[in-house]
């Protein structure tokens, strides 16, 4: 049997030095570019059309606002740090790092209930009128990536049980992080 029958095909670098899987997140990623670019531009469009718009700051929770985008961009930090530790294959620093990540999803989620739960509380709902609609529209959509990430994530911990050491491992790492990072920037 030759060499070149037993090489892992996956280690074989393509033509163009970025592996499908690494490309096929980015081209996930431009779609989801294109999905969010349509709600900004919808959200602009009624702004502009709208007679009058409330002031962000009046009807929103500023303080937990600004929290849950500190915790966002230090859960993208955890996850860097995840992804730095399957590098140096430091199991026990990656699921640390990786259950960080995991919860400070979670308690993007549970910041972003008190605020929904507020709204609801003043009777606030996307059907009351058109800034309300925009805002549950656009951050339910992302607690909804942000839910897709946590299992991603999860799985991915679950995971490194018994693949840790698995070539490919750390090509999931990277394309689940790219994914984060995606989901912090959009809320940013």
């Known amino acids: 049997m030759s060499?070149?029958?037993?090489?892992?095909?996956?280690?074989?670098p393509s033509s163009s030095g970025v592996s499908n899987a690494k490309l096929g997140v980015w081209l996930f990623l431009a779609s989801e570019v294109m999905l969010f670019a349509t709600l900004f531009t919808t959200y602009i469009v009624l702004r502009v059309a709208a007679a009058s718009w409330p002031?962000?700051?009046?009807e929103l929770n500023?303080?937990?606002?600004?929290?849950?985008?500190f915790v966002l961009i230090t859960s993208s930090v955890t996850m860097v740090l995840a992804y730095a530790k399957v590098i140096e294959k430091d199991l026990a620093a990656f699921r640390k790092y990786m259950l960080l990540t995991i919860g400070l999803g979670l308690l993007f989620l549970v910041f972003k209930g008190f605020e929904y739960s507020a709204h609801f509380a003043?009777?606030?709902?996307?059907?009351?009128?058109?800034?309300?609609?925009?805002?549950?529209?656009?951050?339910?959509?992302?607690?909804?990536?942000?839910?897709?990430?946590l299992f991603v994530n999860g799985g991915l911990l679950y995971m490194a049980g018994s693949?840790?050491?698995?070539?490919?491992f750390a090509g999931r790492i990277e394309g689940a992080g790219l994914y984060w990072h995606f989901v912090d920037v959009v809320w940013i």
């Open 163 to 168: 693949d840790f050491k698995h070539p490919l």
């Open 55 to 58: 002031r962000g700051w009046e």
């Open 62 to 69: 500023v303080p937990l606002a600004m929290v849950n985008t």
């Open 122 to 149: 003043h009777d606030q709902w996307p059907s009351t009128n058109i800034f309300n609609a925009v805002y549950f529209t656009l951050t339910g959509l992302h607690c909804l990536h942000i839910i897709g990430g």
């Open 3 to 12: 060499n070149t029958a037993t090489m892992d095909v996956h280690a074989i």
